[in-house]
C-alpha cells in the first residue's frame, strides 16, 4: 500500500514549488495569483540600470599612450616621493607642537574674575558617545558661588579610557565651559589614574583673577557673563575673599597665582610619568 502523504503549505499537489510541471511547464510561484505573470528574476550582474539615451561622459576617455600608462599612474605619488628625503620627527626629544584645532586634553575654564564657566547641566555628559564624561551639580549659595548663576558642577570627571576626543561635548557646552586642549600626552600606569577630576581639569588662574568661591560681580547676573562683559574681579569681590579666606595666594600681596595653580593629583601624576618617558627617551 502506498504511503500517503500530507502536501505542505502552498503546495497543492505535493509538488515544491518551483518544480516544473509535466510537459516542461513552469510550475506558479507560490502566492502568484491564477493568471497573473510573474517577470523573470534578472539573471547575475544585472543591477545597473541601462543609460539613458544621449548621455555622454563628462570625462573623456583615454585613447592612445595614455590609456596604456593608466595603470601605472597611480603609483605616480609613490615613486615621486621615494626620491625625497626622509623626514622624521625626533620623539620626545624633539615635541613638534600639535595643528591649533588639534582635539587634545579637555580643559573646564573660568570668567575673567576666576568664577567656573560649567554649570553643572550635565549637557556634554548626554552628548558623549562613549559615555566618558560624569557630571553631578549642585547650588551655589551666597557663602559657595563657584559659578555665575545659580547651579555648578560639583562633580566632574572623564574617563579618559573611554574618551574617543570627537568633540561632541564640546559642541553641546551652552557656557563654553569645557574646550579642548593641544596636550596629548596621556599615559597612566592604572585605570583608575586614566580617570580626571574636576581639580585635575580646570584652568590654570591667570593673573588678577580670585579662586572661587566668591560673589559674583555686584550689579551684575549670569547674562553678563556670558556677554564677556566682566573683564576682572572687584574691589568688592577682593574685600569679600580677603574676609573669608585671608591666607588666599591670589589676594593681592599674597603668594600669586603659582601657588594657586596646584594640579590635582591625577594630573601630577601624568606629567610626571610623561616627564620620566621623556627624559628616557631623549637622544
Not at 523573470?40 to 576617455?61: D, K, Q, T, W
Not at 566618558?132 to 555665575?148: C, H, K, L, R
Not at 596636550?183 to 591667570?206: N, S, V
Not at 583673577?209 to 562683559?229: C, I, N, R
Request: aromatic letters at 6%.
Amino acid at each position: 500500500m502506498a504511503d500517503q502523504r500530507t502536501p505542505a503549505a502552498g503546495e497543492p499537489d505535493g509538488t515544491p514549488p518551483g518544480t516544473p510541471a509535466e510537459g516542461g511547464a513552469q510550475a506558479r510561484p507560490a502566492g502568484a495569483e491564477p493568471g497573473r505573470e510573474v517577470a523573470p528574476r534578472p539573471r547575475g550582474g544585472e543591477v545597473a540600470s541601462p543609460e539613458p539615451e544621449g548621455y555622454s561622459p563628462l570625462i573623456e576617455p583615454r585613447t592612445g599612450l595614455s590609456e596604456v600608462l593608466a595603470p601605472v599612474g597611480g603609483f605616480g605619488v609613490t615613486l615621486s616621493n621615494m626620491f625625497r628625503p626622509t623626514v622624521t620627527e625626533q620623539y620626545p626629544s624633539e615635541k613638534v607642537p600639535a595643528k591649533p584645532r588639534y582635539h587634545g586634553r579637555h580643559q573646564l575654564n573660568r570668567y575673567a574674575d576666576g568664577l567656573e564657566k560649567c554649570i553643572g547641566c550635565e549637557l556634554c555628559a548626554w552628548a558623549c558617545p562613549a559615555d566618558a564624561i560624569y557630571v553631578e551639580g549642585a547650588d551655589n549659595t551666597p557663602d559657595a558661588q563657584f559659578s555665575p548663576g545659580e547651579r555648578y558642577g560639583r562633580v566632574y570627571q572623564i574617563n579618559y579610557l573611554r574618551c574617543i576626543f570627537c568633540g561632541l561635548c564640546i559642541e553641546a557646552c551652552p557656557t563654553r565651559a569645557l574646550t579642548m586642549t593641544n596636550e596629548y600626552e596621556l599615559a597612566g600606569p592604572t585605570r583608575a589614574g586614566m580617570i580626571w577630576e574636576k581639580q585635575d581639569l580646570l584652568a590654570p588662574l591667570r593673573e588678577g583673577m580670585l579662586a572661587s568661591p566668591h560673589p559674583m560681580v555686584e550689579g551684575t547676573s549670569d547674562t553678563e557673563y556670558y556677554q564677556g562683559k566682566v573683564t576682572g574681579p572687584t574691589d568688592a569681590q577682593r574685600e569679600w575673599v580677603a574676609e573669608h579666606r585671608p591666607d588666599d595666594p591670589t589676594l593681592p600681596g599674597g603668594a600669586g597665582v603659582a601657588a594657586a595653580n596646584q594640579p590635582g593629583p591625577t594630573a601630577a601624576a601624568q606629567a610626571a610619568l610623561a616627564a620620566a618617558a621623556t627624559k628616557q627617551g631623549s637622544r
